[in-house]
């Protein structure tokens, strides 16, 4: 008995699916009949009242010249030809909005799901006005929008990202901003695709802004968002390629950064995005005629050339400022030969600099010295480039620090150096034409060195520097209870006077130049040198 009733259970349920599905298909067929043999042939009448209703919604006079239909596969097709938004109270002007030909073709998800759903829209050949007034209202076909308005009321917009395709070709945009009392700027042959699927959009825009302005603009997305309403949670990417652009010139349109005042040339920028905040920006540059003001109480910083790729990224703890192969040419002629650079924050909402991290593979130090008063630096950093004026060239440099760049707890530096020039301050010695490599940390440090055509200037120890043919030397350094010890553990030298070596300590001493324990020894010394 319980098999028996088991049997009936299982063929009364096959029934009933059976029945749902033939009923479901059935109705399917008998809409799709409706639709060819009943709403299709009478969509041409409904042309003038789908006019005036559009008019009265809008605003302004609407003409629709040809209301067609046809078929893809099951999928109902429309075309609209001739759509027209015209100035209301200027009869003669250029339409606010003109739409040679929309093609729609409406998928056939939308019976199931009771909403309109579209299988593609394509749109040929569009004219669109947009002006912003004096008050701030943009103006969209005749549509006003106030941007300062926040709402949630985001169905058009919703709608349009669950569109599988969305396609328009040829476009022209016209923009007037009354408000910055700028001329109309056009962009031409404007070219949309937007594909959205299972919560992916992505998207390609390709349009020709005036030439004198910017070569064709390229620009691509690619981001994930279930709703706008929930951007905070959305996350992507952009792209942006201009293969010319006047900075200065698109002042009269965009609110750029006062602090970028020209520069003409090309770029590609990449623009990542998650949770509602920027994450990263990184920029290839190819520019000429580089006018940039890094802060407000900077100098202008003027560069003839300027290329390379910049790039800034932040995650929870860390923010990174980078450059990969970055070469400059200042107005006066001066080279930076490419760098690769990179400078990171570490901290958090109550210690934004708790620490930090520089590396670079080379830099060179004249244009640095040059470049210092127009950099945002430290003070401290500042007043030291200005005192010890560094010549040469560092490279494979790391340096890392705890605490504040202006005063660190704890710090850590090296790199190599080449032709490496200072000038003597205080207890510092200075230096010509150095070679060699340095390590230094809060408590101490070495430097070795090995060079040719060199210099010494010791003004504590001798009365004048002394070159070098050839030196050789490893120096070490210690800091404690606030006093520095210098122990020289190899110094060999050898020039037209004198060759030999020494080894010995030098103490800082507060009162006076200091204590020094010296062990010399001269292979070679020609009279008359000694005093020296």
């Known amino acids: 008995a319980p098999l028996r009733a088991s049997g009936a259970f299982s063929s009364a349920l096959i029934r009933a699916v059976r029945v749902v599905v033939v009923g479901g298909f059935a109705a399917f067929a008998i809409a799709l009949l409706l639709v060819r043999f009943v709403v299709f042939p009478y969509v041409e009448s409904y042309r003038d009242r789908l006019a005036s209703m559009l008019a009265q919604q809008l605003g302004?006079?609407?003409?629709?010249a040809a209301l067609t239909t046809g078929w893809d596969g099951w999928n109902p097709k429309f075309v609209m030809e001739g759509f027209r938004v015209q100035d209301?109270?200027?009869a003669r002007a250029a339409p606010l909005l003109e739409l040679p030909e929309v093609g729609l073709i409406v998928s056939w998800t939308s019976l199931p799901l009771l909403e309109l759903r579209l299988k593609e829209l394509v749109i040929d050949r569009p004219r669109l006005s947009i002006r912003r007034d004096r008050a701030g209202i943009l103006h969209v076909a005749g549509l006003e929008i106030d941007p300062a308005q926040t709402t949630d009321d985001l169905g058009l917009t919703e709608?349009?990202?669950h569109q599988p395709e969305i396609v328009i070709r040829d476009a022209l945009i016209t923009w007037d901003d009354d408000q910055r009392n700028a001329p109309q700027l056009v962009l031409d042959r404007v070219q949309l695709r937007l594909e959205s699927r299972f919560g992916r959009h992505r998207f390609g825009l390709k349009g020709t802004p005036p030439a004198e302005l910017a070569s064709p603009l390229d620009l691509r997305g690619d981001f994930t968002a279930t709703s706008l309403k929930d951007w905070e949670k959305a996350e992507g990417r952009l792209f942006v390629r201009l293969d010319y652009a006047d900075v200065a010139a698109w002042r009269e349109w965009l609110p750029l950064p006062a602090q970028i005042?020209?520069?003409?040339?090309?770029l590609r920028i990449w623009f990542q995005f998650a949770d509602g905040e920027a994450r990263e920006v990184v920029a290839d540059l190819e520019l000429a005629d580089v006018e940039a003001r890094l802060a407000d109480e900077l100098p202008e910083l003027r560069l003839a050339h300027l290329s390379g790729r910049?790039?800034?990224r932040r995650s929870a703890r860390e923010r990174e400022i980078f450059t990969r192969d970055l070469a400059f040419v200042t107005t006066g002629g001066?080279?930076?030969?490419?760098?690769?650079?990179?400078?990171?924050m570490r901290g958090d909402a109550h210690d934004p600099a708790a620490s930090g991290q520089i590396e670079f593979d080379q830099l060179q130090l004249e244009p640095l010295v040059a470049?210092?008063?127009?950099?945002?630096?430290?003070?401290?950093?500042?007043?030291?480039?200005?005192?010890?004026a560094p010549r040469g060239a560092l490279a494979h440099g790391r340096g890392r620090w705890e605490g504040t760049a202006d005063s660190p707890k704890a710090f850590a530096a090296s790199a190599e150096f080449r032709q490496l020039g200072v000038t003597a301050q205080d207890a510092f010695p200075g230096a010509t034409g150095i070679t060699g490599r340095f390590d230094v940390n809060q408590d101490?440090?070495?430097?070795?060195?090995?060079?040719h055509d060199a210099a010494l200037d010791l003004p504590h120890v001798f009365r004048a520097p002394i070159s070098f043919d050839n030196l050789r030397s490893v120096v070490k350094w210690e800091r404690r209870d606030r006093t520095t010890t210098v122990r020289i553990e190899q110094f060999e030298f050898a020039n037209a006077d004198l060759a030999g070596s020494a080894s010995g300590t030098w103490r800082a001493n507060a009162q006076g130049p200091g204590e020094i324990d010296l062990v010399a020894q001269l292979s070679r010394a020609l009279p008359g040198t000694m005093h020296r």
Request: no cysteine; proline share 5%; net charge positive.
């Open 60 to 64: 302004h006079p609407v003409e629709i």
């Open 88 to 90: 209301r109270g200027l």
């Open 159 to 161: 709608w349009i990202l």
């Open 261 to 266: 005042a020209s520069g003409k040339g090309a």
């Open 310 to 312: 910049v790039g800034w």
């Open 334 to 344: 001066e080279r930076h030969d490419p760098t690769n650079f990179s400078l990171v």
């Open 371 to 388: 470049f210092g008063a127009h950099l945002p630096l430290a003070e401290r950093i500042r007043v030291d480039l200005a005192r010890f």
């Open 444 to 451: 101490g440090g070495e430097i070795r060195v090995a060079s």
